[in-house]
C-alpha cells in the first residue's frame, strides 16, 4: 500500500483511521478531530478496521493497543507487512518505557499512554504527517548508491533490480537524515531531533536504524552501509 502526500499546509484534510473498542473514546476523538479540520474513520476492532482499509487508504491510523480479539501490536505487525507505510499512533494504558519500544519495535511511529490530552494526540499527529510527507523536490539532492539499491532523497524513493523497495515514512524519513549526510556521523539526539522524535527518545532511533538494516543490507548484523560508531551515532557510508 502506497502512502498519499500530505501538505502541511493542507494538513487539516488528512484522514485519519481511529480504532478504538471504547466507544467513548472513539466519538471524542471524532468529534475533536473534525473540529480541527480532519476527516475521520472510527472502527471498533481489528476486524473492523481490516475491513475499512479494504476499501480506503487514510493518511494516519490512531490505534489502541489493548481490544478483544486481534490487539492493536498484532494489528500493526500485519498492515506493516502488508506494505502499509503511513504513520501509526498506538494509544495504551501502558506507558512504561519498553512498552514503547515494544510497539516501536511492532512498525509504529509513536506511543501515547492514556489517559492523555488530545491536544498533544492532534500535534504529534500533525509532526507524523509533516515528517512522511515527500521532501520539496531539489536539484541539489543527489541519488544515493547502497549497493544494488538506489534511494532518492529528493522524492523519499528506494529503488531495487525489482522495483519500488517499501519504505515505512518512519525508514523513509530516517534515510533521507543519512542521506543529506553522506559519510558523516550523526549523534542520536540530532537524528531523534530531526525526526520529531525527540519526546519518544533516542532508543526509538535504535529501534529505526534496526528496521531500516533489513530494507538495506544484505546482512543486518553485518551493515555493509549503515554503520554505528560507538558512542557517537550513525553514518551512512553509500557505495556498491
Known amino acids: 500500500m502506497g502512502r498519499p502526500a500530505t501538505a502541511d499546509e493542507g494538513m487539516g484534510s488528512a484522514h485519519v483511521l481511529v480504532v478504538d473498542d471504547d466507544p467513548r473514546l472513539r466519538r471524542l476523538l471524532q468529534r475533536y478531530l473534525l473540529e480541527h479540520g480532519f476527516r475521520v474513520t472510527v472502527a471498533a476492532s481489528a476486524a473492523d478496521a481490516r475491513q475499512a482499509l479494504s476499501f480506503m487508504l487514510p493518511d494516519a491510523v490512531v490505534l489502541d493497543v489493548t481490544m478483544p ?22 494509544l495504551t494504558a501502558r506507558g ?5 519500544i515494544t510497539g516501536l519495535e511492532a512498525g509504529a511511529d509513536d506511543y501515547l499512554g492514556k489517559p492523555f490530552e488530545p491536544r498533544e494526540l492532534l500535534l504529534r499527529l500533525k509532526a507524523h504527517l509533516r515528517r512522511f510527507a515527500p521532501p520539496a523536490p531539489t536539484g ?3 541519488i544515493v548508491r547502497l549497493g544494488s ?8 524513493m528506494l529503488t531495487g533490480e525489482n522495483g519500488t523497495v517499501h519504505l515505512t515514512g518512519g525508514e ?3 534515510l ?3 542521506s543529506r549526510h553522506p559519510n558523516e556521523v550523526l549523534s542520536r ?8 522524535m525527540t519526546e519518544i527518545g533516542e532508543r526509538a532511533v535504535d529501534v529505526q536504524v534496526t528496521r531500516l538494516r533489513r530494507r538495506i543490507e544484505t546482512d543486518p548484523k553485518e551493515p555493509r552501509y549503515l554503520h554505528t560508531i560507538r558512542g557517537k551515532g550513525y553514518v551512512l557510508k553509500p557505495g556498491v
Open 176 to 178: 533521507s537524515v543519512l
Open 140 to 142: 541539489e539532492l543527489r
Open 189 to 196: 539526539e540530532d537524528i531523534a531531533a530531526a525526526l520529531d
Open 149 to 156: 539499491l538506489e534511494f532518492d532523497p529528493a522524492r523519499g
Open 172 to 174: 523513509s524519513a530516517l
Open 96 to 100: 512504561e518505557p519498553e512498552d514503547r
Open 69 to 90: 480479539g486481534e490487539d492493536g501490536l498484532t494489528l500493526t505487525r500485519s498492515l506493516r507487512a502488508e506494505g502499509l507505510d503511513i504513520p501509526i499512533l498506538l
